[in-house]
T-cell receptor
């Protein structure tokens, strides 16, 4: 069975601080994809990144960076120099392999960036 | 990027009535669409997988007679909540993948359903 764990329910930081959101996953598949989505108060899901299980290279996109460690089944997300606009719920998700390819979501982390 | 349009964004209905939610892929063909449900401060839970031209596949515990899904074309899937009750009040969100399975699933804006 697929499972995604985001142990941090809520995080509060002050603007300009760095913050890391943790994500641990479980799967028996050898090939899978990992995602991060941002959900602002309006509700829509904003795609941030997709990572193939064979690609363990870390990725940086502006203030965002992701650390994928297959050995520990973790896919952590770091925001550097956080801003108030980063306040949202962040979801980590795992995509099942096979024809269906549904997403299994973690429980989400509510990030609040204080001015 | 690809756009998925979900309508309505908000709906309030009376208990016992039915509500239809539409999910459209605007610039790509979606063989498969997914319907999720999200309660306040909780994660998205997959309700069903909708395949164009065939019956939807429901997750365990989801009543298929209550949540009717129709995927009649490659750009439209609908979710009908039949005989809605207050406990059906939730945020419903759809996602779609294009026929080429190229990249990420694209999500609609979500529908906030309130049953009074």
């Amino acid at each position: 069975a697929q499972k995604v764990t985001q142990a941090q329910t809520e995080i509060s930081v002050v603007e300009k601080e760095d913050v890391t959101l943790d994500c641990v996953y479980e799967t028996r598949d050898t090939t899978y994809y990992l995602f991060w989505y941002k959900q602002p108060p309006s509700g829509e899901l904003v795609f941030l990144i997709r990572r193939n299980s064979f690609d363990e290279q870390n990725e940086i996109s502006g203030r965002y960076s992701w650390n994928f460690q297959k050995s520990t089944s973790s896919f952590n997300f770091t925001i550097t120099a956080s801003q108030v606009v980063d306040s949202a719920v962040y979801f980590c998700a795992l995509e099942r392999t096979g024809s269906a390819r549904q997403l299994t979501f973690g429980s989400g982390t509510q990030l609040t960036v204080l001015p | 990027g690809a756009v998925v349009s979900q309508h309505p964004s908000r709906v309030i209905c009376k208990s016992g009535t039915s509500v239809k939610i539409e999910c459209r892929s605007l610039d790509f063909q979606a063989t498969t669409m997914f319907w999720y449900r999200q309660f306040p401060k909780q994660s998205l839970m997959l309700m069903a997988t909708s395949n164009e031209g065939s019956k939807a596949t429901y997750e365990q515990g989801v009543e298929k007679d209550k949540f009717l899904i129709n995927h009649a074309s490659l750009t439209l899937s609908t979710l009908t909540v039949t005989s809605a009750h207050p406990e059906d009040s939730s945020f419903y969100i759809c996602s779609a993948r294009d026929t080429g399975w190229s990249t990420e699933a694209f999500f609609g804006q979500g529908t906030r359903l309130t049953v009074v």
